[in-house]
């Protein structure tokens, strides 16, 4: 697959059968829906999509996730969703011997997981025969301390995730990958295995128990939602409802960057548009149909400030030529980009449209 945006044949909803949805930051922050989610998605699964629930959040189980989901008005079933804890304990039931113990350092949703695929969970290292490690918003110093003094010990480590941070109402907060880097500090060693997201185990399982055939994955986060997808080898959107900002989209690396970007889960609804890449000497080019974007010696320049439909066609142009010229070893002015791009990308008010277009609010970033 290309490392650059790519254009759609239709909506995203024409052109896909199934969507593999990451959670916090994308449906919901907390305990609310993000804004537009939950019709969105309603107006996914009435054209005939079916919806998987991916994440990496591994402190609550399947079926209180799909509750939360049922209570927001989204439709979901206890078996769309598919989390790293599950994955975790599977990997370990392929590790040892049924009824093994398990130190668990996490939460309910890793405790049930365990329980499931017939491991036996535990707070006492002294009978342990692995460590695993997930999210949970309870987790404490002794805790912590006890995974430590295990893992030094020798045992196998086996982390959920390494998401740095969650989303939160207040903004994003410490994730598990802080908590797992404190245990990797005090014991001198990482864990053995990570098993969520960017990995791919959590998509394959998600695609083989929706049946699907042309799976998109949707996500907020640059380094596991759209990494993941790639690792895949699955189209990805990019919903700037979460942690990805401007800065973040325009500096991604090419085994994180998405296929495809919208304000949020209305985006699925649109048509994606070609985004052309022309190279120079001194930087690189890209239009996407009435915007038009040049870097020259690392400073972005709007030429054509046509926002588009859905009032991103100028960030798109701009994420396209900043990765031209990070592949090409030239470097971008982040801090300038954003300047530079605010007051040309806009959001908009509601998906009713007029002659066609979509209605649109103030510019800004």
Not at 251 to 259: D, G, K, M, Q, V
Request: charged share 20%.
């Amino acid at each position: 697959m290309s490392s650059t945006l790519s254009a759609s044949t239709g909506s995203l909803l024409d052109d896909h059968d199934v969507l593999l949805l990451d959670l916090d930051g994308v449906v919901y922050v907390g305990p609310d829906a993000v804004p537009h989610a939950v019709d969105a998605l309603r107006g996914a699964v009435a054209t005939g999509l079916r919806l998987g629930y991916i994440t990496n959040n591994a402190s609550r189980t399947p079926g209180t996730v799909a509750a939360h989901l049922r209570d927001l008005g989204v439709p979901a079933a206890d078996e769309d969703v598919v989390n790293s804890a599950q994955a975790a304990a599977a990997h370990l039931a392929g590790l040892l011997d049924p009824g093994a113990a398990v130190l668990l350092v996490g939460g309910t949703g890793l405790r049930v997981a365990l329980t499931e695929v017939g491991l036996r969970p535990t707070d006492d290292r002294s009978e342990a025969q692995a460590v695993v490690q997930g999210f949970s918003p309870d987790l404490g110093w002794a805790q912590l301390s006890e995974a430590t003094h295990a893992v030094r010990s020798g045992l196998p480590w086996v982390a959920t995730n390494l998401d740095a941070t969650v989303p939160t109402p207040g903004g994003p907060a410490p994730g598990n990958g802080l908590l797992v880097d404190l245990v990797a500090r005090a014991a001198g060693r990482g864990p053995d295995v990570v098993c969520g997201k960017p990995e791919r185990a959590l998509f394959d399982a998600a695609v083989a128990r929706l049946h699907a055939r042309s799976a998109l994955v949707v996500g907020d986060r640059l380094d596991t939602d759209l990494q993941g997808a790639r690792t895949a080898g699955l189209p990805g959107l990019l919903v700037l409802t979460g942690v990805t900002g401007t800065a973040e989209l325009l500096a991604a690396a090419p085994r994180e960057r998405p296929h495809f970007v919208s304000h949020d889960l209305r985006g699925l609804a649109d048509v994606h548009p070609v985004v052309e890449v022309s190279r120079r000497s001194d930087g690189a080019g890209a239009t996407c149909r009435g915007a038009q974007v040049e870097i020259e010696s690392g400073a972005v320049v709007v030429r054509a400030g046509a926002p588009g439909p859905d009032g991103l066609d100028v960030l798109r142009a701009a994420a396209a030529a900043a990765w031209a010229c990070a592949d090409d070893g030239r470097g971008v002015d982040l801090g300038g980009a954003v300047a530079a791009l605010t007051g040309h990308v806009e959001r908009p008010v509601e998906h009713a449209a007029v002659d066609g277009v979509p209605g649109h609010v103030a510019p800004g970033l």
